[in-house]
């Protein structure tokens, strides 16, 4: 098969790749599109390898139609569209995914569609069901709120009855806010702190999802409520951080918790993609949840999709169309 490949810090091009066999329980799909994560930028860095024994080939989620099936699978057919979370390999024309993991597209959408769900709406139940608990009437701070991820939360806090605000780019508010973002703050010219307190008449938020860190964490911790959760899923701000009043995280009984998904093992993936399912799978057949797309390149031009994502531009998420060689 074909596949996009890279040296460690080099550009992307496609190459011939050994095809997958699908193993016990597993499942061959012909991939037709799949959507770019903060993790590819890093992986071809060289920063963020893939888990041992994963393929290490980019691409964390797919869209697609079955093909085969190894020994022990029986809950999918030829034929059927299906779209997944992977742990890597999603930029190739085949792959093999355990049949548990795999969930079926609603006939209303597309496989690019299809291929924007996964990643980020697995990643935002994991952190507000599973990690953050988010009840009906709470009030979130969700950062880079027209991110992948952000765009996914967005939608879902709206579902559980919950309120949020979000921090964006002046240029990004406008789709918040019709994904039903309560309130939106422009990052670059406001002080989020002081919106959030002003926001919550001085109470904080229960909940932040955070992908910066840096110097917001001092400000996320001043934003929190009492029990205040804060789920940190990345730091693109940097890792290090001066000046972190513990005083305030034993006054106020705050959690820090940090969140991955990749890495995760299979049996969690399983638990996490079937309780999604149950939860959420019918709202998108009903228009209900609607997958964020920014903008779709064919695979040939990855390179320049990299570079897009790079730039901080996106509203939502940026996929890849597989198509023949």
Request: charged share 20%; glycine share 12%; hydrophobic share 45%.
């Amino acid at each position: 098969m074909k596949a996009v490949h890279f040296s460690t810090g080099g550009p992307l091009g496609l190459v011939d790749w050994e095809d997958p066999v699908p193993g016990i329980g597993e499942v061959l799909v012909k991939v037709r599109a799949t959507a770019l994560n903060r993790a590819d930028l890093l992986q071809v860095k060289g920063l963020y390898p893939p888990p041992p024994g994963e393929s290490e080939l980019l691409g964390l989620e797919i869209s697609g139609e079955v093909v085969a099936t190894g020994p022990g699978a029986h809950r999918w057919k030829k034929g059927d569209r299906v779209c997944a979370l992977l742990a890597g390999g999603g930029y190739a024309e085949l792959v093999a995914v355990h049949e548990d993991m795999l969930m079926p597209i609603p006939d209303n959408l597309s496989f690019e569609q299809a291929a924007a769900i996964p990643e980020v709406f697995l990643t935002a139940y994991q952190v507000l069901v599973y990690l953050a608990k988010v009840q009906k009437g709470q009030r979130v701070l969700i950062h880079a709120g027209a991110s992948g991820v952000g765009t996914a939360a967005i939608q879902m806090v709206r579902k559980i009855g919950a309120q949020c605000m979000v921090t964006a780019s002046a240029g990004k508010h406008e789709r918040c806010l019709r994904l039903g973002a309560d309130r939106a703050v422009d990052y670059n010219k406001e002080d989020f702190e002081e919106e959030v307190l002003e926001w919550t008449s001085g109470e904080g938020v229960e909940v932040i999802v955070d992908v910066i860190g840096g110097s917001y964490l001092p400000k996320n911790l001043r934003c929190l409520h009492t029990d205040g959760r804060l789920i940190q899923l990345a730091f693109m701000g940097g890792a290090l951080v001066d000046g972190i009043d513990l005083g305030l995280i034993l006054r106020k009984r705050l959690h820090l918790m940090g969140s991955t998904l990749r890495a995760r093992t299979l049996g969690y993936k399983v638990q996490l993609t079937n309780d999604f399912m149950r939860d959420y799978w019918d709202l998108f057949a009903a228009g209900e949840l609607v997958p964020v797309i920014d903008s779709v390149y064919n695979w040939r031009e990855a390179e320049a999709a990299h570079e897009y994502m790079a730039s901080n531009k996106n509203q939502g998420k940026i996929i890849l169309v597989i198509d023949g060689v």
